[in-house]
């Protein structure tokens, strides 16, 4: 089998939002590359913590008895609760006996955003939190069933975008296809640049990091975020807004990663990610540094500009990136 999702951004491409059939109801999901749990509000919660979602009702006869899971996410967000076996199905491709982690308790950001009803985590499934049973992402368990095993996400700046399962659409990008191997040691879809671009400035220096649709920004290791911003003018390193600001207006160079010796471009009107205040006088950067993190992480900044092919179907996992 093989299908398609459309996947619509939020505000500013802060996330981006698929309709996934769980149980029989359609729930509003981020799918996140940076974790591995299905999980999504239930009728267990507290109105205070679900008023203005979309829940999934529980059901004891399809109830994994003694599984709980509890995520907690590298922005301070976290969820929790029991879990269930039920069918779900994305894009037309069905899971029959999924693990839906149906949560208790969601920390306040989750309440906050209410186009969001849960997640469907596609990092590898070493990385679920289910215990004692740990469980097996959507892809891990309709992977064999797919045409090609693989899943492509094709985000697009203001939408509509999609998530193709099973196959490549080469409609959706310009040029080739460029692979780089991923060591998935870390649960993650961790792989490592041979380079980066500013502008049409080539360094050879390598950046690893993990392809994560569920974060917005793109984040790199603060040296080169230093040298990127050392070309904008009015840039502004800011407490008070937690990152580097510029005056909305500000020419930005555009940034690329070299991946198998070809140029992957971020436009820059990509990298002005929004303005931080109603006047519109400094806008937030798209990118941002990486410093504490392990990786830098390749979200939605970079992850618009490309056709990300997250693919299993090797010996080795691999992702491929099209320019769109
Ligand atoms: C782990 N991927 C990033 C992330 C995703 C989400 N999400 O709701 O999809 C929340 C926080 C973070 Cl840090």
């Known amino acids: 089998v093989s299908g398609s999702a459309t996947t ?6 802060s996330e981006f ?33 679900s008023t203005g979602h979309s829940v999934y009702t529980v059901n004891a006869a399809k109830k994994l008895v003694g599984d709980t899971f509890s995520v907690s996410f590298g922005d ?19 899971a029959t006996r999924q693990a839906v982690e149906a949560a208790t308790s969601v920390s306040a950001s989750f309440t906050q955003d209410t186009n969001v009803d849960g997640l469907m985590g596609l990092a590898f499934s070493p990385l679920n939190t289910v215990q004692p049973q740990q469980q097996r992402t959507f892809f891990d368990n309709v992977k064999s069933t797919l045409d090609t095993a693989l899943f492509a ?8 975008g999609e998530y193709d399962f099973g196959f490549i659409d080469t409609a959706k990008f310009t040029g080739t296809l460029d692979f780089s191997p ?24 390598a950046i690893n990091g993990i392809a994560d649709t569920g974060t917005t920004l793109l984040l790199l290791p603060s040296a080169i975020v230093t040298a990127y911003y050392a070309q904008v003018k009015g840039i502004q390193n ?3 807004f937690g990152g580097f600001i510029f005056p909305c207006n500000a020419i930005l160079p555009t940034f690329s990663l070299i991946i198998d010796s070809k140029l992957h471009t971020v436009p820059s009107d ?5 303005p931080v205040d109603a006047a519109n006088t400094n806008c937030f950067g798209g990118i941002q540094s990486a410093a504490g993190l392990p990786f830098s992480i390749f979200g939605g900044i970079f992850l618009k500009s490309q056709y ?14 099209g320019q769109q």
């Open 270 to 274: 990509f990298l002005n990610f929004a």
């Open 76 to 94: 301070g967000s976290s969820a929790s609760g029991n879990v269930f076996a039920d069918t779900v199905v994305v894009g037309g491709v069905t």
């Open 308 to 321: 990300a092919v997250f693919d299993m179907s090797q010996a080795t996992p691999r992702i491929g990136f």
């Open 8 to 13: 619509t951004p939020e505000r500013f491409d």
């Open 238 to 240: 800011s407490t008070q």
């Open 153 to 160: 996400a094709d985000l697009i700046s203001g939408g509509p």
């Open 182 to 205: 991923v060591d998935n040691s870390l649960g993650l879809w961790e792989f490592t640049t041979s380079g980066y671009a500013i502008g049409t400035t080539r360094h050879a220096t």
């Open 17 to 49: 939002l698929t309709p996934v059939m769980v149980g029989g109801t359609t729930l509003m999901l981020n799918i996140d590359t940076g974790s591995s749990d299905l999980w999504v509000f239930s009728n267990q919660l507290p109105a205070s913590e």
